[in-house]
């Protein structure tokens, strides 16, 4: 979709003559579509000049840390012999399309159509795909969020079927990290009242030193002051948010974490910071991770699994490392292509 964005706005140039200002944090499109960038912080303009001249000889210290701050892959090892956290087999969310007076169901949108996996203890498994593929509808209907069909079994334990209440034990052990690090935190909250939330939910009985114990040990996993958990979320950065974001998440201790685009509004530095966070953390943690996104390096930097999705089905599944290298399906390579600029696998450029 971003290849087929960028082509259509370089067709409208051509034919308007028209000048663009592109504000992006992504460093792979400056180098794509700019001829001269300006690279900015704090407010301030560090460096201008032309794009290759930038990215090959940068000047600033801040401009030499972000193009050098591309994620390294670096996954978990795969567990093959780790028991299983998450399996499903042939899911389907299929949403209704209804019309007339009577609303009659004349025909259905296959969000997710009949999809397996198999995660697990201390694996990533990465989701790839084209936006509207269903990768975070597969990642909601396993967390048991949205309704679906086909049997998900947790930790040994069928989740498919089982009532509010009965689904409540199992949410502890289940978290999820969203892709707005700024909408997805309640600005009426201080920090502390968000990351302790899920404490209230599930330990109603905990005592409050040992809440607030919690609160603190999480906030030092993430890498924040806990000193500052009675601010709120807008005195905080984009990254920062983010910590955040993970810190409720990890408060309950879980073994399961879907993480849903997790880097996505985040500049490269930033997000170099939180894929070194959650590696850190899942390696200190034995987490199992769900890593849902349409960066490929940065999929490559923590999944050891890799599934490619496409209007809801799975076109290609495999470790990370075989499917990077060694993409069978002509969707793949093309999801590849327009993702490296290249027109062969990507391999090469994600070491």
Do not use: C
Not at 177 to 203: A, K, N, T, Y
């Amino acid at each position: 979709m971003q290849a087929q964005i960028l082509k259509l706005l370089k067709d409208l140039q051509a034919r308007l003559g028209m000048a663009m200002l592109f504000i992006t944090h992504d460093l792979g499109i400056v180098r794509r579509v700019a001829e001269t960038v300006s690279v900015m912080r704090h407010g301030k303009i560090v460096e201008h000049g032309p794009v290759e001249q930038v990215f090959t000889h940068p000047q600033h210290a801040y401009t030499q840390a972000l193009l050098a701050a591309e994620p390294k892959p670096d996954p978990a090892p795969p567990q093959p012999q780790a028991p299983l956290v998450v399996e499903t087999n042939d899911l389907k969310v299929w949403f209704p399309i209804k019309r007339g007076v009577m609303r009659k169901v004349v025909g259905h949108i296959k969000a997710v159509d009949g999809v397996s996996i198999a995660v697990r203890k201390g694996e990533t498994l990465g989701i790839v795909g084209e936006s509207g593929s269903g990768k975070t509808t597969l990642g909601l209907a396993i967390l048991r969020l949205i309704a679906s069909d086909g049997p998900i079994v947790f930790m040994g334990h069928a989740l498919q079927g089982l009532k509010f209440k009965a689904m409540r034990p199992f949410r502890r052990d289940m978290q999820i990290v969203f892709q707005d690090p700024f909408g997805s935190l309640s600005p009426r909250m201080s920090v502390s009242d968000i990351v302790e939330e899920g404490l209230w939910v599930h330990h109603p009985d905990m005592a409050e030193d040992e809440r607030e114990r919690r609160v603190i040990a999480a906030l030092n996993d993430v890498g924040l002051d806990p000193e500052t958990r009675f601010r709120y979320p807008h005195e905080f950065s984009g990254g920062q948010r983010q910590r955040i974001a993970v810190a409720r998440a990890i408060a309950l201790e879980p073994t399961f974490v879907v993480l849903d685009e997790p880097t996505s509004a985040l500049d490269m530095l930033i997000q170099s910071q939180i894929v070194d966070l959650l590696r850190d953390l899942q390696r200190r943690r034995n987490l199992t991770y769900l890593f849902i996104s349409h960066d490929l390096r940065v999929v490559a930097a923590l999944a050891s699994q890799l599934i490619v999705m496409r209007n809801g089905k799975v076109v290609e599944a495999g470790s990370a490392a075989q499917v990077f290298e060694h993409p069978q399906s002509d969707y793949t390579r093309a999801l590849f292509a327009a993702a490296f600029n290249l027109e062969t696998a990507p391999h090469d450029a994600v070491s």
